[in-house]
């Protein structure tokens, strides 16, 4: 995998990009390509929402009749076929909506991240083809500034809001900032070429969640006014 991504970027490179703009037009393009994956584990994870208070049902009535000594196998075999049957119902695919996006973009962003430290070593000219304030992409970022602004795009478009919905999501978004400020003293030592592709790709997150978001809010007008006519 980290020869073929590397193999791209200097294709990209050939064609007659600064290496900055190589990471970050190649960053746009295997974003785009995964858009697929992305709506797929999207529409998962909506369908999953709706049959979740109908979950919380199931195990209410799973606490209750424990409570009332059932029998625990008879209990957990009813209990299989509720929570099986609420999912098919509702066509809820729980490893659609957790499991898809982590298994597709966790390989991506490790790729990345070699394959940049092996152009650091080896790709002619990628000191001297940054841009503005981070010239030597093999360098980190003296001000921090990339590392600011990936981290803003991150917390703002790259984990669900506070108010989208309680429990999982929340969490979710309270450990994934725990685990950047964690990981702050390696981050800051990374060469800018990978902050590079790091800004680029939540960048795109960051678009892509705000278009999404339009997109039903605009689904749900046309729903009420289709509904109120």
């Known amino acids: 995998m980290v020869v073929f991504f590397n193999g791209i970027l200097e294709h990209v490179h050939d064609a007659g990009l600064p290496w900055w703009a190589t990471i970050a037009a190649t960053t746009l393009g295997v974003r785009g390509a995964l858009l697929p994956a992305t709506l797929v584990a ?17 195990n209410a009535l799973l606490v209750d009749a424990l409570r009332k000594d059932d029998k625990s196998s008879r209990v957990a075999a009813l209990y299989a076929r509720a929570v099986h049957a609420t999912l098919k119902v509702h066509g809820a695919n729980p490893v659609a909506a957790f499991v898809l996006m982590p298994a597709v973009h966790i390989p991506v962003f490790v790729t990345f991240a070699f394959a940049i430290r092996e152009l650091c070593e080896s790709a002619p000219n990628f000191h001297l083809e940054g841009t503005l304030w981070f010239p030597d992409l093999a360098a980190p970022d003296p001000t921090l500034a990339l590392l600011a602004i990936g981290g803003t795009y991150f917390n703002l478009g790259g984990l669900p809001k506070p108010s989208d919905r309680p429990g999982w999501p929340l969490v979710a978004r309270h450990a994934a900032q725990l685990g950047l400020l964690a990981a702050l003293p390696i981050t800051v030592q990374l060469p800018s070429g990978f902050l590079v592709y790091w800004l680029t790709s939540t960048g795109f997150t960051a678009c892509s969640i705000a278009a999404f978001r339009a997109i039903d809010r605009n689904n749900v007008d046309v729903k009420n006014g289709s509904s109120s006519s």
């Open 42 to 58: 999207r529409r998962a994870s909506a369908r999953f929402v709706a049959a979740a208070p109908h979950l919380r049902r199931v």
